[in-house]
């Protein structure tokens, strides 16, 4: 879906499909560096993360393995509580692996900073994160970030993964919701 299919439901264009597809790349570049002869362990978060890791999965040139967690906050409304509960847990024995969990955005870094240390408890040699989006101005705590695509304005984003209401997944590049949809 491009962004003219869902134009009046949208307030600003942040980033297209070709700057998305650039910078995975220069992130893929950087952990073929960083992890060359190793065997790395990507973990999506579901499902914002899925064309992040079906894109970042396909640049790699290094030999890897892919798994999936469902997480959720605990509490109403549209901010993350920071209590996290698992929906869907890895299929994959962590002891001793390189992982490297894959996500779409990071907001206030609540549901991240909790992930991070749950796996980290379960005996991997090494857990990083790469994201595609961070939103610098919603920290709430600090979260320690190998790669990072775009620090990205304190807005509600759809596209490329992000939803609203489960709608504009497919959307091709990201873009600001317009107040209007959710108000
Ligand atoms: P925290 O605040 O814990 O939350 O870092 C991260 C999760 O919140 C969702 N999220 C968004 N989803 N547009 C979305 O479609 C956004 O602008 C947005 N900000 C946060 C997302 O699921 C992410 O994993
Ligand atoms: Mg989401």
Redesign the pocket.
């Known amino acids: 879906m491009q962004f003219s299919d869902v134009e009046g439901d949208l307030s600003e264009v942040l980033l297209t499909q070709e700057e998305i597809h650039e910078k995975i790349a220069v992130m893929a570049r950087q952990i073929e560096t960083d992890y060359a002869g190793e065997k790395l362990l990507l973990v999506g978060?579901l499902?914002?993360?899925v064309m992040v890791m079906a894109d970042l999965a396909r640049e790699l040139t290094l030999p890897l393995e892919m798994d999936w967690m469902a997480?959720s906050?605990y509490g109403a409304g549209?901010?993350?509580?920071?209590v996290?509960r698992i929906l869907k847990d890895l299929d994959s024995d962590l002891q001793g692996r390189k992982v490297l969990i894959v996500?779409?955005?990071?907001?206030?870094?609540?549901?991240?900073?909790?992930l991070l240390g749950n796996l980290r408890s379960r005996g991997a040699e090494s857990v990083e994160i790469c994201t595609l989006?961070r939103?610098p101005d919603?920290?709430?705590v600090e979260?320690d970030v190998r790669y990072v695509g775009f620090d990205?304005p304190n807005?509600?984003?759809?596209?490329y993964?992000?939803?609203?209401a489960e709608k504009?997944?497919n959307l091709r590049g990201v873009a600001?919701?317009a107040p209007h949809v959710y108000a």
């Open positions: 978060v499902r914002g993360a997480v906050s549209t901010q993350s509580s920071g996290v996500e779409d955005i990071i907001d206030s870094g609540l549901t991240l900073s909790w989006l939103k919603a920290a709430k979260v990205i807005a509600f984003v759809v596209g993964g992000l939803d609203y504009y997944r600001v919701l």
